[in-house]
């Protein structure tokens, strides 16, 4: 009974590490660090961001970066999703791009 309780406990904060992307990621480190599932799906959230921000900066750009900035958001969106729905499903699944780049993160 226990296991299965901090297994869903685990759930929860990868969920929240992912759907608030960088308060999430802050949450998570700050109170579940020696959680490997929740940091793994927090990371995630905090590339989400990055990516965001990035896109932020390149929509200042007239008309191409706007365009970027239009489809880097859909697949952003799309990718943002799909890691909710990840992060629920109580197995470390694989995201194109994201999950290589969150490995990257060391703490």
């Known amino acids: 009974m226990a ?6 406990d685990s759930k929860l904060w990868a969920f929240l590490g992912v759907f608030l992307t960088l308060v999430g990621f802050l949450l998570v480190l700050l109170l579940r660090k020696d959680d490997e599932y929740a940091m793994y799906y ?3 959230g905090l590339v989400l961001f990055l990516g965001w921000v990035i896109l932020a900066v390149i929509a200042v750009v007239p ?3 706007w365009i970027i900035n239009v489809l880097g958001s859909i697949v952003l969106l799309i ?5 909710w729905i990840a992060a629920l499903s109580g197995e470390k ?11 990257k993160i060391n703490l």
């Open 3 to 8: 296991k299965s309780k901090k297994h869903k």
């Open 42 to 44: 927090g990371k995630l």
């Open 63 to 65: 008309i191409i970066g």
């Open 79 to 83: 990718l943002w999703i799909v890691a």
């Open 93 to 103: 699944k694989r995201l194109p791009v994201l999950s290589d780049l969150a490995d």
